[in-house]
């Protein structure tokens, strides 16, 4: 039996390897490789041992041999480890996160992302819901077109789907609800809401329910929708107010129900690197 030693020196590795990206059906990403290529420039083993004089007669064969192997294992490697540490990382990215209490947002991916020598583009849903039941939109995202510039590093879209979405959801949930009461008034100021301020508009009230506090619910009887186009954004929100008695003991009792209807509209430019804009208001 004989022993020995040998050193093994490795020049200039060059590996090139492309990435396939993709999506799962739950829109979550997907990686793989979808082609690799080595290159080692050199590779010298040099032995030691009383045999080391005859391993060395063979060193060039040896090393051509080394240099095959070590290339192909490269490849092996690198696509072994992206099926085995970074695929099962992406399977734990996250797609969806809470907003708050009432309404939660799905980003996940709606196609594989595409990948150019300039850019990297990135589809992302964009979808509100709600925490409580989520159930199917209904209506469809439009299309989003991003500009066909990159002189920038990074370029961020939003549709109006975003908007209205979230609109959708917390009508869903009931959020769309807001209580005016007279304690949200400020002392110093001298309307107060109760009958008595309101008989002036209709006497009745001052009859039937002499000096009573009330209260104003504001309601969405359906969810808002935001329209985004090339001359700015409107929403026409239509707001239902319900006033209410409120007896001693705490209970309602209706008065009237006003429906309103209005018009918003803006527009925004950036002048001298600055976000300039301007609201219109109408009924």
Same mark, same amino acid.
């Given at each position: 039996r004989h022993h020995g030693s040998f050193n093994l020196n490795v020049e200039h590795i060059y590996i090139k390897t492309i990435l396939k990206l993709g999506r799962d059906d739950s829109g979550k990403p997907t990686v793989d490789i979808s082609a690799c290529s080595t290159s080692i420039s050199n590779v010298r083993v040099h032995f030691s041992g009383k045999l080391s004089w005859l391993y060395n007669l063979f060193?060039?064969?040896?090393?051509?041999?080394?240099?095959? +192997?070590?290339?192909?294992?490269?490849?092996?490697?690198?696509?072994? +480890?992206?099926?085995?540490?970074?695929?099962?990382?992406?399977?734990?990215?996250?797609?969806?996160?809470?907003?708050?209490a009432v309404a939660g947002i799905d980003y996940s991916l709606t196609a594989a992302p595409v990948a150019t020598a300039?850019?990297?583009n990135v589809g992302l849903k964009g979808e509100c819901f709600s925490l409580a039941q989520r159930t199917p939109v209904p209506f469809t995202p439009p299309a989003l077109a991003v500009p066909p510039v990159h002189n920038r590093m990074v370029y961020f879209g939003v549709s109006s789907y975003f908007f209205n979405t979230a609109s959708f959801a917390?009508?869903?949930?009931?959020?769309?609800?807001?209580?005016?009461?007279?304690?949200?008034?400020?002392?110093d100021i001298e309307f107060r809401l109760n009958t008595s301020t309101f008989a002036a508009f209709l006497p009745q009230l001052d009859e039937m329910y002499p000096n009573m506090p009330m209260k104003f619910r504001l309601s969405a009887p359906s969810a808002p929708f935001l329209n985004i186009g090339t001359n700015g954004v409107s929403l026409q929100p239509v707001v239902d107010i319900q006033a209410y008695a409120i007896y001693p003991n705490g209970?309602?009792?209706?008065?009237?129900?006003?429906?309103?209807?209005?018009n918003v509209s803006a527009t925004t430019d950036v002048q001298s690197g600055r976000m300039v804009g301007s609201l219109a208001v109408g009924r």
């Open positions: 060193r060039r064969t040896i090393e051509s041999k080394f240099k095959k +192997s070590l290339e192909k294992k490269l490849c092996d490697t690198l696509r072994s +480890s992206a099926r085995r540490y970074l695929q099962p990382y992406l399977q734990t990215v996250p797609v969806t996160a809470n907003i708050d300039k850019f990297l917390y009508h869903t949930a009931g959020a769309l609800i807001f209580d005016i009461t007279d304690a949200m008034i400020p002392e209970n309602l009792a209706p008065l009237f129900l006003l429906g309103l209807t209005g």
